[in-house]
């Protein structure tokens, strides 16, 4: 994968999720590519449509005891439990970073993971001032890895519409929001941060789980529990990604098990705007460029003119 | 941190395998074995130091298991770069994703994919000393290749502390290349007094033990921590903790080696 082959292209490969434009359909998951320049030695991570950038929270965070991580069929259990190094730090340290990604026409997306709404409020007002390259926030409601805010945000109705609207009226920037996979109803939840003013959702986290070693008859996980990613949760991820465009019309960045054109295809046919590789990156690092790429591929093979066409395409009848 | 990062500081890319050596058993009662692997390093990756590690995933780029192998040699002009790590399943049809260097069945020989120097390898000191190397179970490996590294005048010690309960040497005495010989962590420990730099590699117990055993010295230890590793391999994912008085680094950009005193084991 290279940049020739994407200027080479004949599809239109630009995206919009909401007010949000991007060169390309294709991001970096949070949590799984740092603060955007930890694979800068591989590849130009400016190639990208945009970073979702490590999960943020008002204050530092230590992050889970290990073990952090165990692989299962398909899949890979995590908890990191939202280690970072805090908003006031990253306006120090790198909002020069995102500058320098917007610089590259690659959207750096500030991924936010608080505990409470007032953190998620005092973080906004922190990035607005300090951050001005931000080009749009992850609010991220459902980390299934921490304690205090994550799953009890994004399953509560009334604690969802709230902090959503309390950001809403804090930033003119756009508002994504991660929801959490398992809720009972997917679209009811879509429907919560559509009213109150998001300008997409983000479907989806991982999904919480947990190993066994029954050999020392202990966790695989330090935390204990954890999150479900890769290819096992694909399947699962698609069908709430085309429940919720079907129903809602809501911009998706679609998320769950990528690691080939073909599956980001079938995120965006079931109505994903832009898509996230997420763990598919640790057993191949340059899998977002090769997905872009074989995205690209699949539209001119299929005569597609611009890959927005893709976005709820899925065939029915 | 710039997103100008050369690239010339990673090489990633599936190399050729030129030869393949293995020795073993280095762990009584299991099937573990050591493994060299030399390899074809292009022109253009960087020249890597003995002791220094790559990301190694044994079945090419994508194939999802990646772990860390040590430097054994890099020969300049050939380009020649010999890796070791253990090997585990050998027998079996189908080898646990915890090994590195799987036997492959005859007919199969992808290339694999390799990323690195990775964060921080052994570093001799700058002036000559007494050297010891401390090993235990598979992760001693690296210490043995390690130690291949080495020149003669190098005034080393290198003991292999035998598994808890077990009998069994490890490695196999004999061996014609390895330094190391076998024994107990007390009679290592012994050994090892006068040494003024120690690198030490073992399961996180014997990490443990031996960094309060050495508490009240002024020996500089280092620790090869290759335990829970995974993830991304360049420091993005934070998969790969380990706690230190300052808090979590990461093993595969703050390490895999690290300064035992500063190691904190919960």
């Given at each position: ?212 070693d029954?050999k020392t008859?202990r ?99 | ?23 073993g058993p280095v762990s009584s009662g299991e099937d573990v ?53 253990y090997?585990s ?9 915890d ?35 401390l090993a235990c179970g598979p992760q001693g490996v690296?210490l ?15 003991c292999w502390v035998r598994d808890a309960g077990s009998d069994e040497a490890t490695p196999p005495p ?6 190391f010989h076998s024994t107990t962590l007390d009679e290592a420990l012994e050994e090892l ?7 030490v590699a073992g399961p996180k117990a014997f990490l443990k033990e031996v960094q309060q055993r050495l ?8 620790a090869y921590?290759g335990s ?37 084991f919960?």
């Amino acid at each position: 994968m290279s940049q020739d082959v994407l200027q080479q292209t004949s599809v239109d490969l630009a995206v919009e999720v909401g007010p949000l434009k991007l060169k390309n359909p294709v991001m970096t998951a949070s949590g799984t590519a740092g603060y955007g320049t930890e694979y800068a030695g591989l590849y130009d991570p400016g190639l990208l449509g945009a970073i979702a950038m490590k999960g943020l929270t008002r204050h530092p965070r230590e992050g889970n005891r290990p073990a952090r991580w165990a692989p299962t069929p398909g899949g890979l259990l995590n908890s990191v439990g939202l280690q970072n190094i805090g908003v006031e730090a990253f306006v120090v340290e790198k909002a020069a970073i995102c500058a320098e990604l917007a610089e590259k026409g690659c959207q750096p997306i500030i991924n936010l993971a608080c505990a409470t709404q007032e953190d998620f409020i005092e973080s906004v007002e922190i990035l607005e001032e300090g951050c001005p390259a931000a080009a749009a926030y992850e609010v991220n409601v459902s980390c299934p890895n921490v304690k205090k805010g994550g799953c009890a945000i994004g399953a509560d109705q009334n604690a969802l519409a709230s902090v959503v609207r309390e950001l809403r009226s804090r930033t003119t920037k756009p508002l994504i929001v991660k929801l959490l996979p398992l809720v009972t109803d997917i679209v009811a939840m879509a429907k919560v941060v559509q009213n109150e003013g998001a300008d997409g959702i983000t479907l989806v986290n991982t999904i919480p789980a947990m190993g066994i070693d029954a050999k020392t008859r202990r966790p695989k996980l330090g935390s204990v529990t954890g999150g479900l990613s890769g290819p096992a949760i694909k399947p699962l991820a698609l069908r709430l990604v085309y429940l919720t465009y079907q129903a809602t019309k809501m911009p998706i960045i679609g998320l769950g098990g990528i690691q080939t054109g073909e599956d980001a295809i079938e995120y965006m046919l079931a109505g994903a705007s832009a898509v996230a590789i997420g763990c598919g990156q640790f057993s191949n690092p340059r899998a977002p460029l090769m997905v872009l790429e074989e995205m690209a591929a699949y539209c001119e093979e299929q005569g597609v003119g611009s890959i927005r066409e893709l976005t709820g395409g899925l065939i029915l009848e | 941190m710039s997103l100008t990062t050369p690239a010339s500081k990673l090489f990633t890319g599936e190399l050729p395998l030129l030869s393949s050596d293995s020795y073993g058993p280095v762990s009584s009662g299991e099937d573990v074995a050591i493994r060299l692997k030399t390899f074809l390093l292009p022109e253009e990756a960087p020249a890597p130091q003995p002791g220094q590690f790559y990301l190694v995933s044994p079945f090419g780029e994508g194939s999802g298991v990646t772990f860390p192998a040590v430097v054994v040699h890099f020969d300049a002009p050939s380009r020649h770069l010999k890796l070791a790590a253990y090997s585990s399943g050998l027998e079996q049809e189908d080898p646990p994703t915890d090994a590195l260097f799987f036997s492959e069945p005859e007919g199969f020989e992808p290339d694999p994919w390799l990323a690195g120097p990775l964060g921080h390898g052994i570093v001799l000191p700058p002036e000559p000393m007494p050297i010891g190397l401390l090993a235990c179970g598979p992760q001693g490996v690296v210490l043995d290749g390690f130690a291949r590294s080495l020149s003669e005048d190098v005034d080393l010690t290198a003991c292999w502390v035998r598994d808890a309960g077990s009998d069994e040497a490890t490695p196999p005495p004999g061996h014609p290349f390895t330094p190391f010989h076998s024994t107990t962590l007390d009679e290592a420990l012994e050994e090892l007094e006068w040494a003024e730099w120690i690198a030490v590699a073992g399961p996180k117990a014997f990490l443990k033990e031996v960094q309060q055993r050495l508490s009240g010295t002024d020996q500089v230890l280092r620790a090869y921590f290759g335990s829970d590793f995974g993830g991304c391999g360049v420091g993005a994912c934070l998969l790969c903790p380990v706690k230190t008085q300052n808090g979590y680094a990461r093993q595969c950009a703050d390490g895999p080696v690290f300064d035992l005193r500063e190691l904190v084991f919960e």
